[in-house]
């Protein structure tokens, strides 16, 4: 039972709390010097929640989603944009990317795509033709070798998961449907140079169903942590159908977030994901009743077994590597630094706030050493999720930027920050000064104008 004087920070909590107003702003100042090769725009998404919200009922995943642009070109900061995400099938809020040429705006369990033009003035929902028209997913992996988008989608409203390929033209090339129990949250995939893989974790409908008839505490997210429901991995080849899955038992644990995939000479593959021991237990509101672990996962579909390394001690989120090593072997990976801040970990049922989790520094982790290099953006400034952008002709993996939003709790506004990837302790390259804060949300990605057909 929640207490009458329930307060949800998701509503009220400083940088979480909504925004109420778009906002334009064209020639945004500039501190350092931005590099002349990004010329694209820098997109985040976020749930931003309008009107009358129940703060009891509230869970941080909800809302209208959200859009922040910030247009990079020839050493300037052309504008800045946030846009209310507009369709007549909702508003999804919580990855925007870029395929086949459109910026899409997605989210998962039963909302097909919302793509968006590059001055985010045009939305409409887009469904490949049909394909989509069941939903998609918030993190589709790209195969940098042939352009192939490769997506497990689920729908609450259906038993099975859709295992869906769309090909570098945008175009449907494979759709195999793989049934499953209780409805399980599928947030993330794997994808390897040969083979996909399925998560399918102790986070479901099912249980979510049982505890409203119980009388436990409900929210607007019907997925709850499900100690019935086994936690396992399904291995199929690209292109595979439900015929090929092979099921795996996997450490019992839930999964927001892959950071890569890859293949290994004696047949198994190797998994890295920011693991919590447990979800949506006690904080049914967000993502509050554990810390996140960096781990190895080495799956062995011989042996039908899955074996676990801890990375790093630092606890860390919202994972990114240079994408043109997605389903390859890598080396590094940057992060948001996690700063845990009154976490529901206490068996306590009468409560009046949930603190829930929030981020801190930038982080990369050397996933072979287990080092881990550190930006701090100074007192009262955290990061968001970053994003790695290559260099031209980069030499080294890490020879690139990273981008991200920064949080000013100081002046309550938000920088695009650039940073040196290779070098995480050297002073920011670039600092992009916004007119208003970007609320704590999801997913963000750089997009190159070369990516995307309408270059405006």
């Known amino acids: 039972m929640t207490s009458v004087n329930f307060t949800n920070r998701y509503l009220v909590a400083g940088n979480y709390a909504p925004v109420a107003e778009e906002v334009s702003a064209s020639d945004l100042p500039v501190t350092g010097e931005l590099p002349r090769e990004l010329n694209g725009r820098y997109l985040r998404i976020g749930p931003n929640p309008r009107g009358e919200v129940d703060p009891a009922t509230h869970h941080w995943f909800n809302g209208a989603g959200m859009v922040h642009g910030i247009r990079l070109r020839d050493g300037r900061a052309e504008w800045y944009r946030s846009r209310f995400v507009e369709s007549e099938q909702g508003a999804p809020n919580t990855n925007v990317l870029s395929h086949g040429g459109r910026i899409l705006t997605l989210i998962e369990a039963g909302r097909p795509p919302v793509e968006i033009s590059p001055d985010l003035a045009r939305m409409a929902i887009w469904d490949c033709d049909g394909a989509l028209s069941r939903g998609f997913t918030a993190h589709p992996k790209v195969d940098p070798t042939t352009g192939d988008l490769h997506a497990i989608t689920y729908n609450l409203r259906h038993s099975s998961l859709r295992y869906v390929v769309l090909g570098a033209d945008g175009k449907a090339r494979h759709s195999s449907d793989i049934e499953v129990d209780d409805g399980p949250m599928i947030h993330d995939m794997a994808l390897t140079e040969t083979r996909v893989v399925v998560l399918d974790l102790p986070v479901t409908l099912a249980a979510a169903k049982r505890l409203a008839q119980s009388g436990g505490p409900m929210t607007r997210l019907p997925l709850v942590w499900d100690d019935r429901h086994a936690a396992r991995l399904g291995i199929l080849p690209i292109g595979g159908t439900a015929d090929h899955v092979q099921w795996i038992e996997a450490p019992r644990s839930f999964v927001f977030h892959v950071l890569n995939a890859f293949d290994n000479a004696d047949g198994s593959l190797t998994m890295d994901v920011v693991r919590y021991d447990r979800m949506f237990v006690r904080d049914v509101w967000g993502p509050g009743d554990a810390e996140p672990t960096l781990v190895r996962w080495t799956v062995n579909p011989a042996l039908g077994t899955v074996r676990e390394e801890v990375i790093s001690e630092y606890r860390v989120e919202f ?133 995307i057909t309408n270059r405006s």
């Open 319 to 451: 994972p990114r590597i240079d994408p043109a090593l997605t389903g390859r072997a890598h080396r590094y990976g940057w992060f948001a630094g996690f700063s845990a801040h009154g976490l529901m970990i206490t068996d306590d049922v009468e409560r009046d706030a949930t603190d829930g989790f929030g981020t801190g520094p930038l982080v990369k982790v050397d996933t072979r050493t287990g080092g881990t290099s550190v930006h701090d953006y100074g007192p009262g400034r955290v990061t968001m999720e970053p994003a790695f952008v290559p260099r031209p002709d980069a030499v080294s993996e890490d020879d690139g930027w990273i981008l991200s939003v920064v949080h000013d709790a100081n002046i309550n506004r938000a920088e695009l920050v650039v940073l040196d990837a290779a070098d995480l302790t050297a002073a920011p390259i670039a600092r992009v000064h916004l007119p208003s804060r970007v609320p704590f949300g999801f997913h963000g990605n750089w997009i190159d104008d070369n990516e």
